[in-house]
Structures are given as structure tokens and as C-alpha cells.
């Protein structure tokens, strides 16, 4: 079937039996003892959340349903004469586990061109928000504003059964993901564009064409970057914060709205998404210092001097991975083919030579290695987006695929509140001196 909604309607209810027989057979079995450390380290490694859509292995990186992000380029279906997969079909792949074929995927992009439309009220507020405000934080407040729509919160009030809470979560999120390009075009046009160029959607194109056409950019290497940056950033299981947000928002049956924007209001964190932008500042702080003429002995002092100064060197290190991401490598291979010679590549590749080791140097970093927002900006601004503090919403855009996709699951599993108990640190020296 081309219909994603009747293709989960059978498989929701398949994986549901096989994690009762599961549970029935393994609810006591202990995976894991709970340290203090772990319990003041942000649950770094506490094994704690149940995700369907994706698992991260920490040298390998992200598999979505189990695949690699080569074997997604390899295998899902792309645009015509495209060489990077289209979005729609990493959200099929998402939702279902399966490979989609053409058809599948096209069938999305039909979907989500007929509902891209958006109500007047969060056009008016988006003409509102003063320019002061920062790009993420308008694109936390307009997806929190399209609450009005949701098919979800009136099913709810409607007091419709609990095995049909997914079905609604389905139709607010197929409806978010066919707006979120409009409503990220309107910010950019608003902010960097006086208002000027958001185009429409063409019914003939797909969700990343009609995205850069909204944006005012009709190169077709750009479209397939952004097919490219929009699949890698999907997803990365669902521990990280914004997916995390997401998860626990939509646990108090919050709709997938308000789910949604409290999942961008974490990826506006420097520490999460705004790394993107944070990097392209440094690399801008090093070429207006040192031009493009450095040696590595120049850069290497540079990287350490910053690093001395107690700044993170943004894009490099990670919670979770322990090698070169891999979303990282597929936007240098992208970048050896389309821009090898563009100076601020240069320059990317050159701190991926020094970076690590004055990071080993330094002895803190448990990964010294780049991930995904190391390469992204440099990307985005050899094609002319140049607007750096407007990268985050691009992230936003694509990881609302990821948490979306999960959100659906969430819902179709009828996993319950997430309620994890808290002590404070009185309680918790008690505990260790009675273990
Ligand atoms: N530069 C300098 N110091 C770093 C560092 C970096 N890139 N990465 C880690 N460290 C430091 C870190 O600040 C901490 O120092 P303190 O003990 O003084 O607090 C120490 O090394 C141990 O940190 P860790 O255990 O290796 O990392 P965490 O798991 O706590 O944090 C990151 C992971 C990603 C927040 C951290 O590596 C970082 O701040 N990186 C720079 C910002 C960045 O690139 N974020 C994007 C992450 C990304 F993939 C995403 O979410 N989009």
C-alpha cells in the first residue's frame, strides 16, 4: 500500500503483541544497576527509554531502523536525477521499518503538499515577532501556535478510546511536517529578506525542492543538500534533548504541537542544535583573525587559545559517540564532490587534522572527534545561506521527523506517562550508605 496511515494501522498492533509476550516473559529481568554517577551526570548511559525509530551506537553512529546512513543513500528512493535520498522516504522508513519504494515516497510528498497550508492566525503572529527575536525562538512560538489545528487535542476532549490516540498523533504530525517548511520560509524571508520572497509550494516538487524554492533558492545542488542535511538530522535516537522533549511532553498527552515545540526550544540550546551556528561564528572568529593564509602551527595555537579561554570548541565532542560522526563524513564526501575547493572547507578539514588531538592534549573531551555540526554551516554558506543564526531552524525542520515518527509509536504503544523519581542529595547519601 501507498497509504502510511493503513500500513501502521497493521503494524502497531504486531509490535504490540510481540512487547506484551515480551514483557511477559522479561518485566523483572534487571538490565542495568543505576550508580550515583549516573544519577548527577545527566543519566549519561541509564538505560531508560524505550525508542523505535533509530539507536545511535557510539562508533558506528546513527542507525535509522537499523540503517546506516550510507545504506539509507544507497537504498531509499530519490528525487529525479537526484543522487541524496528524499526526506519522505527516511519518514516512511521511520514510521514503519521498511524501505519505501517510489511510490510510497511520492506518495508522502502528495500528502504533505496538499496540507501545507497555514492558518492566518500564525501568519499574523509570525508578522508580529520583532526582529530581536532570535530565529529558534519563533519557531518554537509559531509550531506551539498551530496547536489550534490539532486533530489530537479534540480526539482527546472528544474522549475517543486510548488505541486511537496514535491515528490523531498521525494526523497532527503529517499536518506539522507538511508546515514546518512554510513556516521556517516565512521566518527567513522575515527576518533576512524583508518579508519578501516566500514562494508556494509547487504540487510537483518535493518537501526539500518546495523548502529551498520557499527559501528563495532554486540551485539544484542546493536542493540536494538540503535533502541530504534534512535526512541526516533527522534523527538520533531518544535520549538526545530534543527528542527526549518531545517524548516526555507527549507522555502527559500533550498534542504533537506543543510536543514538538518544546522539542525545538532544546534544540535552540548551544550545547544541542545551536552548535550548527556556533560553529560557523568560530570558523568566522579564526578567519577574521588569521585569514585563509594559516599554517597548522597558526591554527593549532588558535584552537588552544580559545580552548584556554574556556570556550568549547563547538561541533567537536559528543554525549553519547566516540568517533568521527557519521553525519559529519557524509557532508564532507558531499563536500569533496561539490565544493573542494571553497576556502572554509579548507578550513574545516584542516581543524579536523589538529582539532582532536589538542582536544586529547587538553584531556577532557571523552570524544574528540567532530560530529554533526562541525561541517553543516560551512555547507549551507558556499551555496549562500550565509544567515548563520537561522541554521537551528534547518535542524528543526528535519528532526521533527525523527521525534514526530517516534511521537506516533509513542502513542500506538500506549506508553504511559514518563515519571522518573528524583531525590535530593540527603536522600541519595542516605541510599549509598545503606547499598
Ligand atoms: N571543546 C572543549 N571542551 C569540551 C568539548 C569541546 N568540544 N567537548 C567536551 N568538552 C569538555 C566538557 O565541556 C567537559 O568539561 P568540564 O568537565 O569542564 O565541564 C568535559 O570535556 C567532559 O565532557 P564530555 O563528557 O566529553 O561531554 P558531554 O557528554 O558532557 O557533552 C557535548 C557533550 C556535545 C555537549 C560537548 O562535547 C560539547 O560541549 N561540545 C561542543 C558543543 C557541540 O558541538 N554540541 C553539539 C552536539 C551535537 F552533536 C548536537 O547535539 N547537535
Redesign the pocket.
Known amino acids: 500500500s501507498t497509504n502510511l496511515k493503513e500500513v501502521l494501522s497493521k503494524k502497531i498492533p504486531a509490535h504490540n503483541a510481540k512487547i506484551k509476550e515480551f514483557r511477559t516473559q522479561h518485566n523483572s529481568t534487571i538490565v542495568q544497576n543505576v550508580t550515583i554517577d549516573m544519577i548527577y551526570g545527566?543519566m549519561?548511559s541509564m538505560k531508560g527509554m524505550v525508542t523505535e525509530t533509530s539507536v545511535l551506537d557510539h562508533e558506528e553512529g546513527i542507525r535509522f531502523r537499523g540503517y546506516s546512513i550510507p545504506e539509507c543513500q544507497k537504498l531509499l528512493p530519490k528525487a529525479e536525477g537526484g543522487e541524496q535520498p528524499i526526506p519522505e522516504a527516511i519518514w516512511w522508513l521511520l514510521c514503519t521499518g521498511d524501505i519505501p519504494t517510489k511510490a510510497q515516497a511520492d506518495a508522502i510528498t502528495k500528502d504533505w503538499n496538499a496540507r501545507a497550508a497555514l492558518p492566518a492566525h500564525v501568519l499574523r503572529l509570525l508578522d508580529v515577532l520583532p526582529e530581536s527575536l532570535h530565529p529558534m525562538k519563533q519557531f518554537v512560538a509559531a509550531v506551539a501556535a498551530l496547536n489550534s489545528e490539532s486533530k489530537f487535542a479534540d480526539a482527546y476532549t472528544r474522549g475517543v478510546p486510548k488505541v486511537s490516540y496514535w491515528e490523531y498523533a498521525y494526523e497532527d504530525s503529517m499536518n506539522l511536517l507538511a508546515q514546518l517548511p512554510s513556516v521556517a520560509a516565512i521566518i527567513y524571508s522575515n527576518l533576512f529578506r524583508n518579508g519578501s520572497v516566500v514562494g508556494v509550494v509547487d504540487s510537483n516538487k518535493d518537501w526539500s525542492a518546495n523548502f529551498c524554492n520557499l527559501l528563495g533558492f532554486n540551485d539544484p545542488i542546493f536542493s540536494e543538500l538540503m535533502r541530504l542535511y534534512l535526512v541526516i538530522h533527522a534523527d538520533h535516537e531518544g535520549g538526545?534533548v530534543s527528542a527526549h522533549a518531545c517524548h516526555l511532553v507527549g507522555s502527559a498527552l500533550s498534542d504533537p504541537y506543543l510536543s514538538y515545540s518544546a522539542a525545538i526550544a532544546g534544540l535552540a540550546g548551544?550545547?544541542?542544535?545551536l552548535?550548527?551556528q556556533?560553529?560557523l561564528v568560530f570558523l568566522s572568529k579564526i578567519v577574521a583573525d588569521l585569514g585563509h593564509g594559516y599554517t597548522e602551527d597558526q591554527l593549532g595555537d588558535w584552537v588552544r587559545k580559545h580552548?584556554h579561554s574556556g570556550q568549547?570548541?563547538?561541533?567537536?565532542?559528543?554525549?553519547v559517540l566516540r568517533k568521527t560522526?557519521a553525519r559529519y563524513e557524509c557532508q564532507r564526501q558531499f563536500a569533496l564532490k561539490h565544493l573542494p575547493n571553497d576556502d572554509l572547507f579548507r578550513l574545516v578539514s584542516t581543524l579536523y587534522k589538529i582539532t582532536p588531538n589538542i582536544?586529547l592534549e587538553?584531556g577532557?573531551?571523552?570524544?574528540p572527534w567532530p560530529?554533526?555540526?562541525?561541517h553543516s554551516g560551512v555547507l549551507l554558506t558556499h551555496f549562500g545561506l550565509t544567515e548563520m543564526n537561522y541554521y537551528t531552524v534547518l535542524f528543526g525542520v528535519s528532526r521533527a521527523l525523527g521525534c514526530l515518527s517516534q511521537l506516533i509509536w509513542a502513542r500506538g504503544m500506549g506508553l504511559p506517562l514518563e515519571r522518573p523519581k528524583s531525590h535530593s542529595t540527603e536522600g541519595l547519601i542516605k541510599l549509598a550508605a545503606a547499598a
Open positions: 545527566g549519561r538526545n548551544p550545547l544541542h542544535g552548535a550548527n556556533e560553529t580552548l568549547v570548541v563547538p561541533g567537536y565532542g559528543h554525549a560522526d582536544l587538553q577532557k573531551a571523552k570524544n560530529n554533526v555540526d562541525a
